[in-house]
């Protein structure tokens, strides 16, 4: 293919623009064994890799590619060779190679989701109970110079059963919401947060697991302990108690459905549905509120793309 | 309607069999306040009724269908009134109310799904998690006689990382599996289990939370401490726990699709990847062995329908 | 593991009941080329075994157990062998196959899925758009002696936007609804059909491929063609019609969600939203009235189990 | 609220970034009577405000918050008012909506998914079958000077089953791919075009259900006529077909998981496979190829986030 002869670039009417490919979600489990305990990391692992790539878009020469089922041996080699310390730590040892080994890469994006399994407490120590609650997520992206490392979780579901109200808001000619001074406040939460740490020399990368763990408490106590007058407020809360708390942590980004859960109308069944005295409630699916925004340590510069917490 | 003139059920080439209707999926949220302490039940209600409807398949007349707008609103009217004990009294609840107040509605089907929360140790206590791990599930049925209550859970998901081997099956000309004396077994368990109560005078019912725990308790320790010539070996491990420890259940029925773990080939990578010595795996989702089978009391009767696991 | 002591069979408190096993959902594409012109099957496989399978469970030995890592390579190997000439029929062969050909297994129960594609005009013949409306499906059931055959359909989606009521129901303390004169029924179909060909000698089997689009236009053109008082009503109109027209098939069971599209009220807002004048619905998601039953020629047995057009 | 004391923006460790609010996925169905010949738009409708809201994340003070209630409800009396000429035009008529009426609001966006119905050809002409194929999605951005409008789809899925090769790919030291010379080339094609209207003066908005049908034509046609070398390719050849076809488009971005079909071996069963001979195909799930890229017109600005393509 080398030599078929290609358009000049400057007569094409349509160019390529930003582009990248690998394989996503390859699925690996690793296990450790420490004598009869054993411990667990199952990770869906999605590489992306951007460089010199014009040609195979434009005439199909392969030349710079390398394969997308190389990159999935490759994540089962590295987990083999170096363990799977945690998502990110692993993640940053997969986007160096990939640049560092294919001169045509010049940048590498992973992206890992993490699946929590709880030991059970029996002897020996070698069976698990899938957690389910939240999926663990966690993006680093490698230039070449530097890194950029995001954490990050979705499929959180929280919820305040009193301790939230809405009123005072705007009315338009489309309005027939009711104010309300004692709603059930619910959410699934989905936040994407950025690390301070790029790499350089004589930095010190995080301890990735314990600031996964003490961010994921700031979340739950700040939306438990926040008085709510609006989801909006709820937000703020959670990212400025990351920013204040977490110093590693640059900024943080959510996107927060409003799992709307509405008091039912019992009257006409002769009933009441207080929510002082123990209501009942409908959980709707759809159509949901739904809040996003960045909360950054001031001065820093917001990264994380708008719609990132929504994948 | 009623006078428009019906072709003789004598002459009808087509004539319908088994039937039922209801309002699925009714989201009902009960919270129960306690002080400061609240308390959660996350419900997905079902119910299905069936009687004397003939006439509104034949011909369209409505004279004996109760709407399913109603049945909707009676489980809220429902969780509000009688409160929301536990899946099972609730539906015992439900199942009774269709029957005796709509004469010709002679049986009825009521089917829940629970959402588990955990309470936040914060003060005062109305902030929730949802727990994500299982899904409790329990259907009742009343034919005006007696009652047949099943308990149950999906999405349980377990793993052994050792203990489990599979060798000396049979082997044809399509066989090409090599024998496995170190292998992960996992699985994500649906099980339905039937109970011996019926609701006969003087007979007391379970107290349905309380065996709930315990069975799943026995689930888990039957999968952990069984080591696995074949995932049907733990499967009747598990049900004959159930069964022996748990004298309120008479039958269980499980679907286990075998959650395949493969041990990846590094070799063409100059990596060994045993399983002694802490291997990785690739996670399969498709195909996936399936399993299902019952284990009863010795005596009883099987009845438990084969598809009721997979749903 | 065959000399390890087994507890004799009359001292288990608990016994095993019914069980299969087996592969499921291989998914299994199958091209045939007619010169340019190619054609597509595209089915998703799934393979349940069950005979003389007490020691796997009770003591894991595996003796008797084909492996269904074995049953996947059938299903490849067969449709080389054999091609597929349609789901019914691929699954007759692979259903006797296996009961054949392993001495403890005796009976065999095959379902598919298909996924159809309509090839694009264009030359040559071997693009493909995936059709994306109804999914297909087949169970065929081979016991040793006589098949029984079932086609289906699930996830069609239908919608009718008038020429159906509903009024004249039951009415107790806890209903609201309104009587409607002019509402949409829309609803999504799942359906299994039984034939009555058992592959007894003499007996010619349906060309089934004509079979499965003739009734799935029987049940478009009755839904269409019904002005309906229920969806009770509609149901057993399209059953009727399939019996009455296909003089193959016995019997024919329905799930049919109703899927609610409520008018909505801009009564507030200064609009009227009148269905004769083109009215404007939100489409509920949940909860949904679900209406199931079976229409059956006159005579024949019922054998669609209830919660099977429910998978 | 609007008097409690709070800190200056100054002293906030944790400033708030970007964000936006709304309510999202809102079911709207329009039917339009012409005779007894009907008319059907399905749409999902999400809102996304944004504008002078500090104070809602600050403090909880309502005053600037049109709740997300109402922007649903202006959705349906929008779709009464207005009707749904198309996705594009619906949703430019509700962006000014909110930006003109709410003075905080200074940017909407809304995004569409909508839903095909395929009218049957009967008499009268009102009933439909959903058509289940692709999504057509658009969204619309109004900063109160310039609109942006997109248009899309996802859940396309096209095959080849030949005229697709891959090989001369680089390899490493983890490349065990063979290379193939007759491969199936699958993919399900989520797109996002850019159009060039701007709604300045003077400027003719394009016939946005035309432009829609000719593109997905476009891409259609463009899969099946390439004879590739890579899915990048394809993708390249796609985007370039739309750009040099379709004045109106400045830009299009895809992402296109390669859907894999693996060719069987089935030599262990003394079968061969061949592609030339109508093979049999194994069709993956997970890890996929994933190929992401934007094609634009050459002078026009890249404007659609990576990501958009994902959701």
Do not use: C
Not at 67 to 85: C, L, M, Q, S, W
Not at 138 to 151: K, L, N, P, S
Not at 164 to 172: C, L, N, Q, R, V
Not at 201 to 224: C, I, K, M, N
């Amino acid at each position: 293919m080398a030599d078929r002869p290609q358009p000049a670039r400057a007569t094409r009417p349509a160019v390529l623009g930003r582009n990248q490919y690998g394989k996503a979600e390859t699925r690996v489990v690793k296990v450790t064994r420490d004598g009869g305990t054993h411990h667990v990391r199952d990770l869906s692992v999605s590489v992306a890799l951007s460089g010199d790539m014009d040609e195979v878009h434009y005439s199909g020469t392969n030349t710079h590619v390398l394969p997308t089922d190389t990159t999935k041996n490759t994540v089962y080699a590295f987990a083999r060779r170096h363990g799977i310390e945690s998502p990110e730590a692993f993640a940053v040892h997969l986007a160096r190679h990939f640049t560092d080994t294919q001169e045509p890469i010049h940048r590498a994006r992973i992206r890992v989701e993490e699946y929590a399994w709880d030991r059970q407490d029996t002897v020996p120590g070698h069976s698990f109970v899938r957690r389910g609650r939240e999926t663990r997520v966690a993006q680093v992206t490698w230039d070449g110079e530097r890194f950029e490392v995001m954490g990050g979780l979705k499929d959180l579901v929280v919820m305040n059963t009193t301790a939230s109200e809405f009123w005072g808001y705007a009315k338009d000619a489309y309005t027939t919401l009711q104010e309300d001074y004692d709603r059930i406040l619910a959410t699934e939460v989905s936040a994407r947060w950025r690390h301070s740490w790029t790499g350089a020399a004589g930095e010190r990368p995080p301890a990735w697991d314990d600031s996964y763990e003490q961010t994921v408490g700031h979340l739950l106590t700040a939306f438990a302990d926040t008085y709510s007058l609006s989801l909006q407020q709820s937000l703020y809360a959670m990212g400025a108690r990351v920013v204040e708390h977490r110093p590693e942590i640059e900024e943080i980004r959510f996107s927060l459905p409003n799992k709307h859960h509405f008091r039912v109308d019992l009257e006409p069944f002769g009933l009441k549905n207080d929510a002082a005295d123990g209501a009942v409630y409908f959980a709707a699916d759809r159509p949901y509120g739904l809040i996003e925004a960045t909360v950054l340590r001031d001065g820093a510069d917001a990264r994380i793309p708008d719609d990132m917490t929504n994948l």
